[in-house]
């Protein structure tokens, strides 16, 4: 899961994401999220980024990716 500093949630593979644009400080990312992790990640339910900028913390699902779910 790749989140960008907006606080949206991308999955790898996004047509929004440029991959060489993927690193720090912009995007961190999880690379092997939990089951349901990505249905659970809220303003309430923040899920933080493990590598790459591990400030960053997904708030919000991105649509396009939400519709590949
Ligand atoms: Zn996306």
């Known amino acids: 899961m790749i989140i960008h ?12 994401i440029v991959p060489s644009d993927v690193r720090p400080p912009v995007y961190g990312w999880v690379l092997a999220p939990s089951p349901g ?7 309430s339910h923040p899920l933080c980024a493990t590598q790459g900028n591990t400030r ?3 708030v919000g699902r991105c649509e396009t990716c939400d519709a590949t779910q």
């Open 37 to 43: 992790a990505w249905r659970r990640l809220s303003p």
């Open 56 to 58: 960053r913390a997904a």
């Open 5 to 16: 500093a907006s606080g949206k949630a991308h999955l790898p593979g996004c047509t929004h």
